[in-house]
């Protein structure tokens, strides 16, 4: 069962990034942060373990990461954009955590 939950996690953020590449804009970007959290909700119900929680990223937080569960891709897109990751801590408990990261269309200089 864990890893039809954990198939379905990835095929969901699959699915998701081919979505973003094609169309971008902030509509289809927003309906992958949905499907995201819709995803490990899911996770969460397959493993008995309570939804997490998005803790939005500040400088200096302590993240207790044991085992990564998912990670939103990377954009095809140049500048600051927002990303997510889930993890298990050492109590096993699942976190998420959402920060920014520079998308991966950007010129390299000349």
């Known amino acids: ?47 008995g373990k309570d939804a997490p929680e998005i803790v939005h990223y500040k400088y200096g937080l302590d993240l207790d990461v044991v085992k990564m569960v998912n990670r939103t891709p990377a954009t095809n897109y140049c500048g600051l954009v927002r990303s997510r990751m889930t993890y298990e801590d050492s109590n096993g408990k699942l976190n998420t955590i959402e920060y920014q990261v520079l998308g991966s269309n950007c010129p390299h200089g000349s």
């Open 1 to 47: 069962m864990k890893v039809l939950s954990a198939g379905i996690a990835i095929a969901i953020a699959v699915a998701s990034f081919a979505v973003r590449a094609e169309g971008g804009g902030d509509r289809v970007y927003n309906r992958t942060m949905q499907e995201n959290q819709h995803a490990m909700e899911q996770y969460a119900i397959n493993n």
